[in-house]
């Protein structure tokens, strides 16, 4: 009998808007004047945010952090498309979907200056704490996510992770339980070129890492994660079908990473100038500027004011953070369980 | 001539030396290669040994030593890096499963020589889950050996006896200590056993058992008493008999460690002197260490660890009898 081919696929991806700011009208998603302005004024706040986070860094202020430098539109146009009622597994680096989502700057800034208090989500909001180990969060959200179908829920489940995070068993695991039981998850990978040290080629030898999903029986698709419209399209796409019911979504965001891992980590151990410098070329907000300049969005008073205004808002969550009393000692006895074990009264008195 | 070196150093030089000694060593983990490990420990060996012995692997740890295992049972000296111990969960499966067992399931057919070296513990005012302080799970796994060393020059000695055993063993690197302090450290090969504590300090009235990190504030505590420190720097299989010959001298036993109390190793240790040694002692038996909770983030790290007053207060308390 012939060799026959019983499966082939095929990978989308998606580029509209370009590094001079033309977008390309036959894909451009549905977006009031208004909606971009928005786009442009929380990708300003982010990167204030993650600016003035790394100088309180370094100026001894704040513990390790890990800067979002370039993977904003990754981030922002990917949160825009959630509603507050979606819920949001986050793996360190997502200070852009936090902020796109309404999470009070100060708490961000607490959690990164070591208080656990800053990740106590507030109320009537479902974003997760901050991840620390690495695609441990992909489970929670195909859990998630049959839990709220199973009570009838419309809602989408958005997770994120990076090209590193696509190596962890748990990121298969969950993958495949999304397509089994076409879950209402939204994957979101940014694949920002590099895990540490360690680049992309070593996590993966597909040529893609949306490919990935095609092995667990859904759609894996790659937009260009600098394109803040391509992101979005993408994203709303895959929120709209998970709401619908018609199963998950994975979404490489092909972006750059263009600080050090975090502020204990030195890039130029491992990467080079020039591979930097290229992608320097690709910011994801200087091109939107470029967009909404030719489209009569923007102009030097528009950029002034933007600029104070999420300085203003930074500015106030820092002094906001930093005048809040040290966390009580007792604190960290008090969230083990609902209710203190005899020994851990005891322990208390010691404090 | 012996230079003085850090912690970081020392086990560098170990790797280094053991990878020179046998082609079989080989060195594998997430950032280890190029960037010479997050903390610099296998910093120069990837381009001293190349691609094919210090191998920057995917992110995954379950497969880290998972592959370790399989190289071991090949007849590999793999030596896997965890990159902190809060990351270790992942390859518990592994570890637990198979390098632990497989001398057993297989009578002695297949054997898993391999070392799973991670950072530990607390101190360094590091994110969540990068102070992590969890032996006693590993403690408790039969077929699995947990070392732990307290200084650069016993870092050395200690990592060297590890890759040359014939079972897997877990080092476990304090983080407080890697650039802590210096000392000599004498270059060319030398092995302290696995299974053996060294008594540090010796004195008459009090026995103080403790190792990695806190072994250093256990010493600051122990000024002014006449008290006698035992470094255990093997976990399991730990060294009794060093313990009971202190035990029965002093009468009195102090363990200090920074994991919680609930199921800590100072509890095996406090059950063994009770079980063998009881008859000597003048007083109970007390622990002082982590506080029975999640590990806090840097902002409430300090009010976690055993601080020396604590310690103190604690040989005090069996002083007083
Ligand atoms: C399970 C686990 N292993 C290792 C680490 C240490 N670590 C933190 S981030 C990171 C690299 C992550 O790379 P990627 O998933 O691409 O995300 P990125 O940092 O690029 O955003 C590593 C190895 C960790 N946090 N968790
Ligand atoms: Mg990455």
């Known amino acids: 009998m012939p060799e026959i081919i019983i499966e082939t696929f095929n990978i989308k991806r998606i580029d509209i808007l370009d590094e001079k700011g033309n977008a390309d009208k036959s894909l451009m998603p549905a977006l009031s004047d208004p909606e971009i302005k928005r786009m442009y004024e929380v990708l300003t706040l982010a990167r204030t945010f993650d600016h003035h986070a790394l100088s309180l860094q370094r100026e001894g202020r704040m513990g390790t952090y890990a800067?979002?430098?370039?993977?904003?539109?990754?981030?922002?146009?990917?949160?825009?498309?959630?509603?507050?009622?979606?819920?949001?597994?986050?793996?360190?680096?997502?200070?852009?979907?936090?902020?796109?989502?309404?999470?009070?700057?100060?708490?961000?800034?607490?959690?990164?200056g070591g208080d656990e208090r800053g990740v106590k989500c507030p109320d009537g909001l479902n974003i997760f704490p901050v991840c620390v180990p690495v695609g441990t969060q992909t489970p929670h959200a195909a859990g998630a996510a049959m839990a709220a179908r199973y009570k009838g829920d419309k809602i989408a489940v958005a997770c994120y992770f990076g090209d590193g995070g696509t190596s962890e068993g748990d990121f298969h695991e969950s993958m495949n339980m999304a397509g089994v039981f076409k879950l209402p998850v939204v994957f979101i990978c940014q694949n920002n070129q590099w895990a540490i040290s360690v680049p992309r080629e070593r996590q993966t030898a597909s040529k893609t890492i949306a490919q990935k999903a095609v092995g667990y029986g859904f759609e894996g698709i790659q937009v260009d994660g600098n394109d803040?419209?391509?992101?979005?399209?993408?994203?709303?796409?895959?929120?709209?079908?998970?709401?619908?019911g018609d199963g998950p979504t994975f979404i490489e965001c092909f972006t750059y990473r263009m600080s050090d891992h975090t502020t204990a980590d030195d890039a130029v151990r491992y990467r080079t100038k020039e591979e930097v410098d290229e992608w320097k070329g690709r910011d994801p907000i200087l091109r939107l500027r470029l967009f909404m300049e030719k489209n009569g969005l923007w102009n030097e008073q528009y950029q002034?004011?933007?600029?104070?205004?999420?300085?203003?808002?930074?500015?106030?969550?820092?002094?906001?953070?930093?005048?809040?009393?040290?966390?009580?000692?007792?604190?960290?006895?008090?969230?083990?369980?609902?209710?203190?074990?005899?020994?851990?009264?005891?322990?208390?008195?010691?404090? | 001539m012996a230079e003085k070196?850090?912690?970081?150093?020392?086990?560098?030089?170990a790797l280094k030396e053991e990878m020179q000694r046998d082609k079989d060593v080989v060195i594998l983990g997430e950032d280890v290669g190029r960037d010479g490990g997050v903390f610099r420990v296998t910093e120069g060996l990837w381009e001293e040994f190349g691609a094919e012995r210090v191998i920057d692997t995917p992110l995954a740890?379950?497969?880290?030593?998972?592959?370790?295992?399989?190289?071991?049972?090949?007849?590999?000296?793999?030596?896997?890096?965890?990159?902190?111990?809060?990351?270790?969960?992942?390859a518990i499966d592994q570890i637990f499963s198979h390098a632990a067992r497989v001398r057993s399931r297989s009578r002695g057919r297949f054997t898993c020589p391999l070392v799973v070296r991670t950072p530990y513990g607390a101190g360094?005012?590091?994110?969540?889950?990068?102070?992590?302080?969890?032996?006693?799970?590993?403690c408790h796994m039969p077929g699995l050996k947990v070392v732990v060393p307290s200084s650069p020059y016993n870092a050395k000695g200690l990592l060297i006896s590890s890759i040359r055993d014939p079972d897997p063993v877990i080092f476990l690197e304090s983080t407080r200590l890697y650039r802590l302090t210096r000392e000599e450290v004498p270059e060319g090969e030398y092995t302290i056993p696995l299974g053996k504590a060294k008594v540090i300090q010796e004195g008459k009235d009090i026995t103080v058992i403790s190792w990695g990190s806190m072994l250093h504030r256990s010493l600051q505590a122990v000024e002014g008493f006449d008290a006698e420190v035992i470094d255990l720097m093997t976990l399991n299989p730990f060294d009794e008999e060093t313990?009971?010959?202190?035990?029965?001298?002093?009468?009195?036993?102090?363990?200090?460690?920074?994991?919680?109390?609930?199921?800590?190793?100072?509890?095996?240790?406090?059950?063994?002197?009770?079980?063998?040694?009881?008859?000597?002692?003048?007083?109970?038996?007390?622990?002082v260490t982590g506080y029975d909770v999640v590990m806090p983030l840097p902002k409430l790290e300090d009010y976690y660890m055993p601080t020396v007053e604590r310690i103190r207060k604690g040989i005090e308390e069996t002083m007083k009898y």
């Open chain 1, 67 to 112: 800067s979002i430098l370039g993977q904003e539109a990754s981030q922002i146009g990917s949160a825009l498309a959630l509603e507050k009622s979606d819920w949001v597994f986050p793996s360190f680096r997502e200070m852009g979907v936090y902020i796109t989502m309404g999470y009070p700057l100060h708490m961000l800034f607490q959690y990164w």
């Open chain 1, 304 to 351: 002034k004011e933007v600029e104070e205004k999420a300085k203003a808002a930074v500015d106030e969550a820092v002094k906001k953070a930093e005048g809040i009393k040290h966390p009580e000692p007792k604190d960290m006895f008090t969230y083990t369980y609902e209710n203190l074990t005899p020994r851990q009264i005891k322990e208390m008195r010691e404090l």
């Open chain 2, 61 to 90: 740890e379950s497969v880290i030593a998972g592959s370790a295992v399989g190289m071991a049972l090949y007849g590999l000296k793999p030596i896997a890096e965890i990159q902190f111990m809060g990351f270790i969960y992942p």
């Open chain 2, 5 to 13: 070196l850090n912690m970081v150093q020392a086990i560098n030089l």
């Open chain 2, 243 to 287: 313990i009971f010959k202190s035990v029965k001298k002093t009468g009195r036993a102090v363990i200090v460690h920074e994991a919680p109390k609930t199921g800590g190793f100072g509890a095996e240790i406090s059950a063994t002197i009770a079980e063998d040694a009881m008859l000597y002692l003048k007083a109970p038996i007390i622990r």
């Open chain 2, 124 to 138: 360094i005012k590091a994110p969540e889950l990068h102070s992590e302080s969890t032996e006693a799970l590993f």
């Open chain 1, 228 to 244: 803040i419209f391509a992101v979005y399209k993408a994203s709303k796409e895959a929120v709209d079908k998970a709401r619908r």
